[in-house]
């Protein structure tokens, strides 16, 4: 895709009144010469445009806005909102997996968020409801879309889906699980079906856009069968360039840059040969005598620097992300626009605390080493609950994740299995490395000078 303003900058233009564009609809460059002889144009419409260095050309527009409506105004078929309605029949249901979390998203009836936790025999699940269908709405629904459909001049909304817009129909569906971070009002979900052949009626993308508000891509044939709800055609439209009188045929500045388009690719194959200097051994022994001895080593253990407080971690998605930081705390926070940080503080670490809490629940000790998977650290005193008018408190469980593909990855969840009562995940080849190091109260000892409650620590950002 060119861009005639890069060009051409600046352009004097003459008997146009250039108002907002698309940028989903392409357009390539010619230059044809003297004349757009043999070029097929449609209907053109044409303008005058003079470079910085006043090279004048005319450029001929194709007119693309006649191609876009003749087959919409025929249309004399269902609803979009029709078309879809035979999911809500077929009572079908489409699943999205995550690292954690699995969606369900059964059309026409709810929406559910779960995760089932299996220990041996016994299966916990916690799991909310996005949204539910009304079927009352059903026909006003129905009635409204009808009524759309009468008006030539309504303006279907559209959405940004790999840099194309695609029309869509939109089901609201609320009345879902109270949520306590949002005054307890019920979790809702904007549903939207988008044009796609070869789509199964597949989850193509979940947000949550807003506190416990969340958003829905379902990639549906169904909707397909409408003209409207069409992708629009993303060929390239050709805009063909002449030179007025004695101008060259091509601008300066884009020759110049062709020119200096060939200087850097023929750098870039250059750059791929790679030469390395490897000093001889009777070099590098000499040197390492000569090297005065560090009084400390510098530690680069990713297990050390996590232990001591040095990384914090950052998991989630979404509208909330959370941060926690070992030894240290566990918060919830958001971002606004404007930069500004929400935070909600989990829990921090209080070493008496977390020896109160193992005296008051034996079963969270840590096992035998040779059974020992995972540890569990008690985080008190967060932010007071509205729900429970209580600080809010965090189980930390580290749990050994035996990979060997990749030794520094890190999973982590959240879990609030009762009101402002959390349990953080933490599962990691790591662990593994700390799991003989725990003493009775599942404390693994980082010596005195590591610094763990020093205030502030770089983060490291895991993504999920």
């Not at 569906?173 to 597949?202: A, F, I, S, W």
């Not at 884009?254 to 200087?263: G, P, R």
């Not at 030894?327 to 921090?348: C, F, N, P």
């Not at 109260?441 to 490291?460: H, K, Y």
Request: glycine share 6%; aromatic share 10%.
């Amino acid at each position: 895709m060119h861009c005639l303003a890069f060009l051409l900058v600046p352009l004097a233009v003459w008997g146009h009144d250039i108002k907002g564009f698309d940028d989903t609809v392409l357009f390539d460059i010619h230059w044809p010469g003297d004349s757009v002889e043999n070029v097929d144009l449609g209907d053109p419409e044409d303008m005058i445009v003079v470079s910085s260095h006043q090279e004048k050309y005319r450029c001929v527009l194709p007119n693309i806005q006649e191609k876009e409506s003749t087959s919409e105004e025929k249309y004399e078929g269902p609803t979009a909102f029709e078309l879809i309605s035979p999911l809500f029949i077929q009572s079908s249901c489409t699943y999205r997996l995550e690292s954690y979390w699995t969606y369900e998203v059964c059309h026409g009836r709810f929406i559910r968020q779960y995760h089932e936790d299996r220990e041996g025999k016994k299966v916990k699940l916690q799991e909310y409801t996005l949204g539910r269908w009304d079927e009352k709405l059903y026909e006003k629904k129905l009635a409204e879309a009808k009524e759309a459909e009468k008006d030539k001049n309504a303006l279907i909304p559209v959405k940004k889906i790999d840099n194309v817009n695609l029309p869509y129909v939109e089901i609201l569906m609320g009345n879902g699980t109270q949520c306590d971070l949002n005054q307890n009002r019920p979790r809702q979900t904007r549903v939207l079906y988008v044009c796609y052949v070869h789509g199964k009626h597949e989850v193509y993308s979940l947000k949550e856009t807003s506190t416990c508000q969340y958003e829905i891509i379902i990639l549906s044939p169904l909707v397909c069968a409408h003209p409207k709800y069409k992708p629009k055609e993303t060929g390239e439209n050709k805009i063909n360039c002449m030179p007025v009188g004695e101008h060259p045929q091509r601008p300066y500045n884009l020759m110049k840059m062709k020119v200096e388009s060939t200087k850097l690719r023929r750098k870039s194959d250059l750059d791929r040969i790679k030469i390395e200097f490897v000093p001889p051994p009777e070099f590098s022994e000499k040197e390492e005598t000569t090297k005065a001895p560090e009084s400390k080593p510098q530690d680069t253990s990713p297990v050390e620097s996590f232990l001591a407080g040095k990384n914090c971690l950052t998991g989630g998605t979404g509208w909330w992300r959370y941060e926690f930081c070992y030894g240290k705390s566990v918060e919830q926070y958001h971002i606004e626009k404007d930069g500004s940080k929400i935070t909600i503080k989990l829990g921090t670490f209080n070493k008496k605390k977390h020896l109160e809490w193992m005296e008051k629940h034996p079963h969270k000790r840590p096992k035998p080493l040779a059974q020992r998977n995972q540890l569990s650290h008690f985080y008190s005193d967060g932010t007071v609950c509205d729900k429970t008018e209580k600080p809010r408190q965090t189980e930390v469980k580290l749990k050994c994740l035996e990979d060997t593909s990749n030794l520094n990855t890190v999973s982590l969840y959240l879990l609030e299995p009762k009101y402002c009562e959390y349990i953080l995940g933490v599962e990691s080849p790591l662990v593994c490395d700390i799991l003989a190091r725990a003493d009775e109260n599942g404390l693994v000892d980082v010596g005195d000078d590591e610094g763990v409650f020093e205030s502030e620590v770089p983060t490291v950002n895991i993504r999920l």
